[in-house]
């Protein structure tokens, strides 16, 4: 089976512009969730989608925004990008949706703000 | 809500047994602590979850004190493949799929020929 893939890998931003970052889960999987990561704050997380909703939500500004599609795709916006917006933005997908469980990662989108 | 608690980097020698703490002081009943851990450049990988009980897979150990404040992460024997960052997240859940999640700021462990 292929692995959660995210495009693109990498993103050069000027702030205040916006950005959407794509995310396709392993085949088969009904929930994505984001998370972001950065040298000082660590990971954190930003939203998981189950069934085209989203069901459960991190400490994130409304300027961070998501949606899943009804094949499971998973995609994340962020507008008026700010420079510490600058950082890695995990995808992942699980296969049960009743409640957490383990995750799959995908190599993430990394995302600079000049 | 739990908050956990890692110790920021630890060594280990090729061979021997890695133990990762992680203090969860305020974890509640229906709390779960769930590991991972991130080698460079990689998404995080998962290894291993737990909520009272001690469990153990193919890739580790895992040992929860019975007051489960605490826990430890066990590598039987570490091997260079297994330098990476651990990560420590509490999982708390608050019925119908909704759940919130802390995360530990990760242990890095550096395996030692």
């Known amino acids: 089976k292929a692995g959660v893939t995210q495009t693109p890998r990498y993103l050069i931003k000027t702030r205040g512009q916006q950005v959407t970052l794509s995310c396709s889960p392993i085949s088969g999987h009904r929930s994505v969730s984001w998370y972001q990561q950065t040298p000082g704050q660590g990971l954190q997380f930003l939203f998981e989608?189950?069934?085209?909703?989203?069901?459960n939500k991190g400490n994130f500004p409304g300027r961070f925004s998501g949606r899943q599609f009804s094949n499971s795709r998973s995609e994340m916006n962020v507008s008026t990008l700010e420079l510490g917006d600058s950082a890695l933005y995990l995808c992942?997908?699980?296969?049960?949706?009743?409640?957490?469980?383990?995750?799959?990662f995908g190599p993430g989108t990394r995302l600079t703000v000049t | 809500d739990a908050k956990t608690t890692q110790p920021p980097s630890m060594d280990c020698a090729e061979g021997r047994a890695a133990n990762l703490p992680c203090n969860h002081s305020?974890?509640?009943?229906?709390?779960?602590v769930y590991w991972y851990r991130q080698i460079h450049s990689q998404g995080p990988q998962y290894i291993i979850h737990?909520?009272?009980n001690n469990e153990t897979n193919e890739m580790a150990s895992l040992i929860i004190t019975e007051d489960r404040k605490s826990s430890t992460l066990i590598l039987p024997h570490a091997t260079l493949r297994d330098t990476a960052v651990y990560y420590c997240i509490a999982v708390t859940y608050s019925g119908a799929g909704s759940y919130q999640l802390t995360f530990g700021k990760g242990t890095k462990l550096s395996v030692i020929p």
């Open positions: 989608y189950f069934s085209e909703t989203q069901r």
């Open positions: 992942a997908s699980s296969f049960t949706g009743e409640s957490y469980d383990e995750q799959y």
């Open positions: 737990g909520l009272k």
């Open positions: 305020t974890i509640s009943g229906n709390e779960y």
